[in-house]
């Protein structure tokens, strides 16, 4: 952390009012620009052997035979490892996040494209390369399921004949909201508009791959795992299950982490793999995916088929909204979410309006494809439902040649509707639309671009004005009806003030790069009067650290935040009780300001928190009942999830010689109620930004009828660079959640939900003159043109 005197024009010190406040640089960031970085890929241990994974070339495979022998005779190659060596150790399958089972490595068949089916452990990294390619698999190649529309035809092949009696493809079938009552609006509505609407699947690709090192101590069976992970206590309580090792003999350690974006949350077969490779050689073993394994295995995300209907009356009101969603999950079901939860939280696909009734019927098969649904920057599904409700509203707007900003506004659920329990059950804790929307428009110039519009298409050019607003819900819990495989989402947090009034706080969430070590230091500061810079952050390290289930679903600010929040007043309370022995008055004559207590009406008499902390733990007697030291831990477990939202205004310009889309501009205006670091938040919202151009313009992880993953590589599922994005122009409103202690809502994921809306209707109002309603991510030009010569969308 900088000094007052180092910091650059425009980063003010304050040191006294530190949430909000103008530009405070991230405390992680001198390590990070100097390469002091210290990733998974950094850490090297004496005699670390490494581990590499073989992977099925098809979809769809029996395992005939696996000849390990010639692989076994490579000179620098310690062990390897099959299924059936697996199955003897009682670890060839895994649960998943979502109660199903996933193969650590195949035994009887293959299911996907990259599946894991055997590792070698080498002495580095090349030996266990080659090794793989020594090793002989014979195998009996199937059908594969590969047309999620087909999955659940009688004669589809069976993926899943693992699971007792399984016979087909179907995981599980789940509803929400009120068919009959959806369904009597829709039969008594003016106007009535459907459409299909495809959530491609899309991979969240971290600039870091997945990885780990493990290291078994066989003297005192202590296991230390250095791991690619957004949930290392979560973890280690897994491990302790699966593998079953003492769970006070793990020790899960996520160092820095290069980008997570939900794709780190679940524990992937190489871990495993790594974690047994050390134990059968004793040695420290590191297992780093490379980028093609990362995209063809790890995390996928979306894969939603889905119908949208919207019901509302001639004048633009909208009724209902009812929704048939198809899901592919991939060969094993992945998901990570709350366990009641098994579609996410996109229950929430209501959106942002006051509506008499709504329903969702779904359903969720296995395809033969890397286990899907898993994340990225989603709030657990919110993507798809914000993008399902903003396009169907869009959809709405075109038949009623409405303007769709307009249309939105006047639906809007109202301030004084808040707490505003939806019609499938959600409780949105505040919000306040009308005035946030307002900005963008304002920002953006609305009118303005309307009337260029106008004239542009009498100039026959393609101008798009694409609007989106969303409402999210992150922060899970409360515990009570959310878990992940029975572990409650709850956060704990520990404070200690040392005597010379320096502090550390210890959180159980996990920056991927965030910037907690920044904001969550502005967060204690704030409530102990200890400046940002003399408070050290730690996390990321079960045995430093209390029990928590981690950082995804944009929670930790939520969730994690508020337990900062409320450990450093509890040890303010009782900074306030010794501060009472010391200033020789009750407890009541004291008033807190800017980091001391003073005596009411007597300022003079005061004393600093670094004076009440080295009284803490000095000489002399405390007052009556109360124990030496300052510090306090606690477990905030949230009342309610917090509601964010945002209004986003994209402006496209079409080529129409090559249907090339350029995003001109986009405006994105967040409420994400108590903001602590305004900059960091600009950085959060960016990042998602930039999210949406790739999901709407070009990345799709697609596959061919063989089942082969066409996106591979960084050649062939593209991700935006700065090339392709505008100057974002960003803004904000600030409504505070009501139970969170400081009003923070969460903010990690707004813009990658909110923006893909926003693009697409863009896309799809500048070519209104081809009286074209939807089309569907990613708007490549080839899909752009295809459009506008009215070729049939793809399926
Ligand atoms: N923040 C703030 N004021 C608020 C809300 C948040 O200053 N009112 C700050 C926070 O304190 C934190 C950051 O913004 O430093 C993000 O906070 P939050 O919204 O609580 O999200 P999390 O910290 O829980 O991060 C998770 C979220 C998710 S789920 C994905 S996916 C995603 C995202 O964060 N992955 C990321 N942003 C990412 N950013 C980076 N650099 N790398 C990732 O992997
Ligand atoms: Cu859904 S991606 Mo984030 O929750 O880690």
Redesign the pocket.
């Known amino acids: 952390m900088t000094t007052t005197d180092e910091r650059p024009a425009g980063f003010e010190n304050n040191d006294h009012k530190p949430i909000g406040h103008g530009r405070m640089l991230r405390k992680e960031d001198p390590r990070f620009i100097r390469g002091r970085g210290n990733y998974v890929d950094d850490v090297q241990l004496p005699g670390m052997l490494h581990c590499a994974i073989l992977r099925s070339p098809v979809a769809h495979a029996r395992i005939v035979s696996i000849d390990t022998s010639a692989a076994e005779a490579h000179p620098k190659v310690k062990a390897v490892v099959t299924g059936a060596a697996l199955t003897e150790l009682g670890l060839a399958w895994m649960p998943t996040l979502s109660g199903d089972v996933q193969a650590v490595l195949a035994t009887d068949k293959v299911r996907f494209q990259g599946q894991e089916v055997a590792f070698v452990v080498a002495e580095d990294r090349y030996a266990a390369r080659d090794a793989l390619e020594l090793i002989d698999v014979e195998y009996d190649v199937l059908d594969p399921v590969v047309d999620v529309r087909t999955a659940l035809d009688p004669s589809a092949p069976v993926i899943r004949d693992d699971l007792d009696g399984k016979q087909n493809n179907h995981i599980f079938d789940w509803e929400t909201g009120d068919e009959a009552a959806t369904e009597a609006v829709f039969a008594s509505a003016d106007v009535v508009v459907s459409e299909d609407i495809v959530y491609p699947r899309v991979h ?1 690709a ?1 600039m870091e791959t997945c990885g780990c090192v493990a290291e078994y101590d066989r003297i005192d069976s202590r296991l230390t795992l250095w791991s690619t992970s957004q949930a290392p206590h979560a973890h280690r309580t897994l491990y302790a299950i699966v593998a079953g090792l003492p769970e006070h003999k793990i020790r899960v350690i996520s160092p820095d ?1 290069g ?4 794709g ?1 949350v679940p524990i992937y077969p190489g871990y495993v793999c790594a974690i047994v490779g050390s134990i059968v050689t004793g040695k420290p073993v590191k297992w780093m995916e490379d980028r093609s394994e990362n995209l063809t295995s790890t995390g996928f995300a979306r894969d939603y088929i889905m119908r949208g209907e919207i019901a509302a009356t001639r004048d633009g009101r909208i009724l209902a909204v009812r929704t048939n969603v198809l899901a592919d999950h991939g060969a094993f079901n992945g998901v990570a979410a709350p366990v009641k939860y098994p579609a996410g939280f996109f229950g929430v696909f209501t959106g942002s309006y006051d509506l008499q009734a709504a329903y969702c019927k779904m359903t969720a098969v296995y395809t033969n494809k890397a286990p899907g649904g898993v ?5 657990f599904r919110i993507t798809e439902a914000v993008y399902l409700i903003e396009r169907i509203v869009d959809c709405l707007a075109y038949e009623l040649e409405m303007d769709p900003v307009e249309l939105r506004i006047k639906n809007f659920i109202q301030p004084d509707q808040f707490p505003y329990r939806t019609k499938t059950g959600w409780v949105y804790d505040s919000g306040d639309y009308e005035p946030t929307m307002r900005k963008a428009l304002e920002l953006a110039g609305y009118e303005e671009l309307r009337r260029e519009q106008v004239e542009r298409r009498a100039r026959g050019e393609l101008m798009g004005i694409g609007v989106s607003f969303f409402t999210e819900a ?2 899970a819990g409360p515990r009570k009806d959310m878990d992940i495989l029975g572990l409650g989402m709850a956060d704990g947090c520990e404070l200690r003030v040392h005597p010379t009034g320096k502090a550390v706080v210890r959180l159980s ?1 996990q ?6 070590e ?3 230091a502005q ?1 204690v500061a704030e409530e102990i009067g200890i400046p940002p810079a003399d408070i050290d952050v730690v996390h990321g390290d079960t045995d430093q650290t209390p029990f928590g289930l981690g ?8 969730v994690s ?1 508020a337990a900062a929040a409320l450990v450093a007043r509890k040890v303010r309370d009782k900074a306030r009780i010794i501060a009472s022995g010391m200033l020789e008055v009750s407890v009541a004559d004291l008033e807190w300001v800017k980091g001391a207590f003073h005596v009411k009406g007597d300022p003079e008499k005061s004393v600093t928190i670094q004076d009440i902390a080295m009284r803490a733990h000095g000489a002399g007697d405390l007052p009556e009942g109360i124990e030496g030291g300052l510090e306090a831990q606690i477990c905030y477990n949230p009342e309610n999830l917090t509601y964010p939202h945002g209004a986003y205004i994209c402006v496209v310009d079409i080529d129409p010689g090559t249907a090339q889309v350029k995003v001109r501009r986009f405006v994105a205006v967040d409420d ?7 900059m ?2 600009e ?2 919202v960016h ?2 930004l930039t999210d949406g151009v790739g999901m709407a313009l070009m990345e799709m992880i697609a596959f061919d009828e063989d089942g082969n993953c066409l996106g591979g590589s960084l050649m062939d599922y593209l991700i935006p660079t700065a090339l392709e994005v505008p100057d974002w122009e960003t803004g904000f409103t600030v409504t505070p959640s009501p139970h969170h202690p400081i009003g ?6 707004s813009a ?1 939900v909110g923006s893909p809306p926003a693009i697409v209707n863009a896309v799809v109002d500048a070519l209104k003159p081809f009286g074209i309603r939807h089309a569907d991510m990613p708007l490549t030009p080839s899909r752009v043109w295809d459009a506008m010569r009215g070729v049939p969308r793809p399926p």
């Open positions: 969240p971290p982490i980008g997570g974006f939900g780190k994340a990225y920057a989603c709030s992150v922060g969430v920056s991927q790069g965030q910037g907690h920044t904001t969550f967060i950082t995804y679903g944009s929670r930790s600010t939520p935040g994400c109620g108590t903001r602590i670091n305004p960091i938040i950085g959060q990042r998602g923070a809502k969460g903010v990690g994921e990658t």
